[in-house]
């Protein structure tokens, strides 16, 4: 193993994964010591040590980690969301971000689907029936037909545009609105008459100061009576205590959630008993192959930051 003589680290945030091999060989070719803190005080910490910082989705990169970087590299984000890292104070100092896009956008689209259909028709309604010692009453008798039911799509990069295809391979009316992003896949729509008008409303967008509490209360209040939302992007896009007032009002018919404003998802959070909601923890990205293909090309930016090379998908 290279010696590392100036105690230089490869920190990587707080996280989850089975094992750091791919992130341990990388520190040893280049003399570095592998830093893995348990908790944000203590990656915080580590910033000033730093040549590149991996970044998950249970640690934050704010303006003060940024401001104790010193001679840092490149910050890497497992992942393609980077709502907890300041990409302004980034580019203020001069540090390149680079997210991982593409390694799980079949598995996270088929989340959606899934949920969606569950959820359209009424299976959650079903099992709790069942659970609670009751049999049909009017389970189902609000929703459409599959050819007759409208789902819209909010946001057509690769995870919404395959959620669409789907749907529309399927039978269902398709309709969907992103303003960055030019599509010809279905009939582009307004924001308002996606979630107006849509039996299943699938988002599919990053969270940001435009798109926090995209489904908000009043945007509940307007929405199909049986309509069901699904999010497997994250947990800021949905107001969550409105949501739960409007799943306990019947308001609309469902939720779909794979991401969450907190997560984990606290043991008292009101959407842990509200009615016809599929919740998963954070894993719609998750298979066979998506986990060596995440850490792969992770570490690969990383290497390439550590050269000098440029990084892909910089943001």
């Excluded at 099992?127 to 609000?142: F, H, K």
């Excluded at 398709?174 to 008008?197: I, K, N, Q, W």
């Excluded at 209360?217 to 969550?240: C, F, H, P, T, Y």
């Excluded at 306990?248 to 959070?269: N, S, V, Y």
Aim: glycine share 8%.
């Amino acid at each position: 193993m290279p010696a590392n003589p100036n105690g230089r680290i490869l920190l990587v945030a707080p996280h989850r994964f089975p094992d750091l091999k791919r992130e341990q060989a990388l520190a040893d070719a280049f003399g570095l010591e592998l830093v893995v803190p348990a908790d944000q005080s203590g990656f915080t910490a580590r910033m000033a040590d730093a040549d590149v910082v991996m970044v998950t989705p249970y640690a934050k990169m704010t303006a003060k980690e940024f401001s104790l970087l010193r001679g840092c590299k490149a910050v890497v984000r497992y992942g393609v969301g980077y709502d907890n890292i300041d990409v302004a104070e980034a580019r203020k100092i001069g540090v390149p971000v680079s997210i991982v896009p593409d390694t799980a956008s079949e598995e996270v689209a088929s989340h959606a689907f899934a949920m969606g259909l569950a959820l359209a028709r009424r299976i959650p309604h079903g099992q709790a029936a069942i659970a609670g010692g009751q049999w049909a009453g009017v389970i189902g008798l609000d929703t459409p037909k599959l050819s007759n039911l409208k789902v819209g799509v909010v946001g057509m990069g690769r995870i919404g545009r395959l959620v669409a295809k789907w749907w529309a391979a399927i039978g269902a009316s398709v309709h969907a609105y992103d303003p960055m992003t030019r599509f010809t896949d279905c009939p582009s729509a307004t924001l308002a008459e996606v979630l107006e008008g849509s039996d299943v409303v699938s988002l599919h967008v990053p969270l940001s100061d435009e798109t926090k509490n995209l489904i908000s209360a009043d945007v509940l209040a307007r929405m199909r009576r049986n309509a069901v939302v699904i999010n497997v992007s994250r947990g800021g896009l949905i107001d969550e205590h409105a949501l739960v007032q409007a799943l306990f009002d019947g308001r609309i018919a469902g939720a779909g959630l794979d991401t969450f404003l907190q997560e984990p998802l606290p043991a008292d959070h009101p959407l842990r008993s509200a009615p016809n909601v599929i919740m998963t923890p954070h894993v719609a990205w998750r298979s066979t192959t998506s986990l060596d293909a995440l850490q792969e090309q992770t570490v690969e930016r990383a290497r390439r930051a550590l050269v000098g090379e440029t990084m892909p998908n910089l943001v």
